[in-house]
């Protein structure tokens, strides 16, 4: 019993086949523009007796009638065009009898064409034959179609014979495919015949020179675990629900990685270098409408902040059905502010099956609160195999606080190996109160290079006090850039008095905007400082040190204890101004010692009311020495309980040297109240 639906696509299966086979031809013959590198037109004089001079006015009705006539005189080179002719238009029957005239007649080209004839009409071994004739009298075409006979039915060695053949007279399509068959093997001769095809015009010849010498030159930069940049088309990476770039995927590997490290524009291919060379192969190929190659040019020229020529490129490759090159000229419109216009390309990447545009439509619906079409988007990116979108979702979920959804695609994504979702499962597991189940993930994670999970390995050892363990994984992380690691490998080098290793770390962390690494960097330069000499007015005022310059960029990260020094640095070169708004900022934002400096800083200029406001603020969160400076403003007062009730609390908060005071002090006081 057969069902509708299966007939018609019996049908359509059909109709593609002989459609594909028809294209094949076609693609080739555009690929060789003098001589067919299938049909070969090519006759023994290259001319036609009784022909008469061609003229560009003569239609194809005109040629064909001409050479009609002169083959049905017998002459065998009209007899082999008019086969040609026929044959390029399809007509098998029509040119059948005069090409096998003409092959009778010892003809090389029409026994190439009768090849050609058969193969189409499903007689590949009688079509080898023929091209076997014409291979052995000299024709490069025929040796091109014969050593892609041989291949296709496994024999490699006489394939590598008769493509060689064609290769070396010339033949671009021959060069091409020789290469390929070396490749194949490893054969490091593939590359003089991907460049033989090249310098001939073959375009996918072209593309591949460029990935090879591409890969040649950044294999050694990458390493085992590049992943290239997201200048094409941000591939393989993930976005979080508001957009931003997240975590990047396992390492693709093949032709679409574009390259890590790039090549500065140079005259020429030579003052280039390999990757020089490779892009100007992947323009000639880009040139002549090759898709890929316009992607990996694009990738190129966006790497080197080239925008504009990129983004043609990536428009010219997208227009030809590239579904990479939409996304990444969607990236390249968000990144110009065009988001209308950048979603417009991801919907129509996303379409095509492309998993990172449909993550960015997931990112870009998710900033402007449309969770369900986020969720949508992100589980497209997920049905089109990108992994990322099973992480998406569980950003997303988490973000909605429906952690049992969060943890299912989480591990779905971490299962496949995507690093940045272990490390977040990790996390929720966690915060669950289920450490046991947490480390194997951070492990997994941190060993396929997540650099927040070994920085978390980290925290976990440091809580079960295996500081040994804690150090090497926060050193890990560390060496990969990770901030808040280094703030930790430097605060341990600090307490193991190594303070050369503690510098090189704090500066690493507080480079990449720690504010305590700030902090701690400059006390640790504050320690070295030889004690400054008095206060000489009119003298010329010192430029910052750099520790002083490290305490500001931590007090405007809104560090409360380097907002305090910056002030006692201020207050100590006499701008009083300066000191006032740190202290304010220090105190107002909960730091007693700013608030109890601040204290200071206003009683010196007589403000004493606004100075015990401050004072209070700073002995309440419990600053001793602010409590004895208001049990002393209180006896100056003749407010003898109030002063032994502070005097009482700077006893209880010390530190020494004030309790003791404060003692004499209420001490004192008693006697009075008791005169």
Request: hydrophobic share 45%; net charge negative; proline share 3%.
């Amino acid at each position: 019993m057969v069902f509708m639906g299966d007939r018609a696509t019996l049908l359509d299966t059909g109709r593609f086949v002989q459609r594909h086979a028809r294209n094949a031809a076609d693609e080739i013959i555009e690929a060789v523009p003098a001589v067919d590198a299938t049909v070969d037109t090519t006759a023994r004089t290259g001319t036609l007796p009784d022909s008469g001079p061609d003229t560009e006015t003569e239609s194809d009705a005109e040629t064909e009638g001409r050479h009609r006539r002169a083959a049905e005189r017998g002459d065998t080179d009209a007899m082999s065009a008019l086969g040609a002719l026929l044959l390029r238009r399809g007509d098998l029957d029509a040119a059948e009898p005069f090409l096998r005239g003409a092959t009778a007649e010892g003809d090389r080209a029409a026994a190439n064409n009768l090849g050609v004839l058969l193969h189409q009409r499903g007689y590949p071994d009688e079509a080898a034959g023929w091209w076997r004739v014409a291979a052995v009298a000299g024709s490069a075409p025929a040796a091109h179609a014969l050593g892609r006979h041989h291949r296709e039915r496994g024999d490699e060695p006489a394939a590598e014979y008769w493509l060689r053949q064609a290769a070396e007279q010339g033949h671009a399509l021959g060069a091409y495919a020789l290469a390929d068959l070396l490749e194949h093997r490893s054969d490091v001769g593939a590359e003089r015949w991907l460049r033989a095809a090249a310098e001939q015009g073959h375009r996918e010849a072209a593309y591949r020179l460029a990935l090879a010498l591409e890969r040649r030159a950044t294999e050694p930069l990458r390493g085992p675990h590049a992943y290239g940049p997201a200048a094409a088309g941000r591939v393989g990476h993930a976005y979080d629900t508001a957009g931003r770039l997240r975590a990047a995927d396992p390492a693709r590997a093949g032709e679409d990685l574009p390259p890590t490290v790039l090549p500065h524009r140079a005259g020429d291919a030579a003052a280039a270098g390999p990757l020089g060379e490779a892009e100007q192969w992947f323009r000639q190929a880009a040139a002549r409408g090759h898709r890929k190659a316009a992607l990996h040019l694009g990738a190129l020229l966006e790497q080197r902040g080239e925008l504009k020529e990129a983004g043609r490129w990536y428009l010219s490759s997208a227009k030809e059905g590239e579904a990479k090159a939409a996304c990444a000229l969607g990236f390249l419109l968000r990144d110009a502010g065009d988001e209308e216009s950048a979603a417009v390309w991801w919907l129509r990447a996303a379409q095509e099956g492309d998993g990172n545009a449909a993550n960015a439509l997931g990112a870009l619906h998710a900033a402007r609160g449309e969770q369900q079409t986020a969720e949508r988007w992100y589980r497209a990116a997920m049905d089109a195999g990108d992994v990322n979108g099973a992480y998406n979702l569980g950003l997303l979920c988490a973000a909605q606080d429906r952690l049992p959804q969060a943890e299912q695609w989480y591990r779905r994504a971490a299962y496949a190996g995507h690093r940045e979702a272990a490390n977040a499962l990790a996390v929720l597991l966690l915060q669950a109160g289920d450490a046991g189940g947490a480390e194997p993930w951070f492990s997994k994670a941190a060993e396929a290079g997540s650099v927040d999970a070994a920085f978390n390995l980290g925290i976990l050892h440091a809580g079960r006090d295996d500081d040994r363990s804690a150090l090497a994984w926060y050193e890990r992380a560390a060496a990969a850039g990770h901030t808040e690691a280094a703030l930790q490998v430097g605060i341990a080098a600090l307490r193991d008095g190594d303070e050369r290793t503690a510098e090189r770390h704090l500066r690493c962390a507080a480079g990449g905007g720690s504010p305590e690494a700030a902090f701690r960097l400059a006390t640790l330069l504050d320690a070295r400082r030889p004690e400054p000499g008095p206060v000489v007015l009119g003298a010329p005022v010192d430029q910052k040190t750099e520790c002083e310059e490290w305490y500001e960029r931590a007090a405007q990260q809104g560090h409360r204890r380097a907002q305090v020094r910056v002030g006692m640095l201020a207050a100590g070169r006499g701008d009083l101004a300066e000191a006032d708004r740190w202290y304010r900022e220090a105190a107002e934002a909960g730091s007693r010692n700013g608030a109890f400096n601040l204290g200071l800083l206003l009683a010196r200029e007589g403000s004493e009311r606004e100075a015990a406001l401050w004072w209070t603020r700073a002995a309440r969160a419990g600053h001793g020495r602010a409590a004895l400076r208001l049990a002393l403003l209180a006896a100056r007062r003749g407010e003898l309980s109030e002063g032994r009730k502070w005097c009482a609390r700077a006893v209880e908060l010390g530190p020494a040297e004030v309790a003791e005071r404060a003692a004499r002090l209420s001490e004192a006081l008693h006697q009075e109240l008791t005169a």
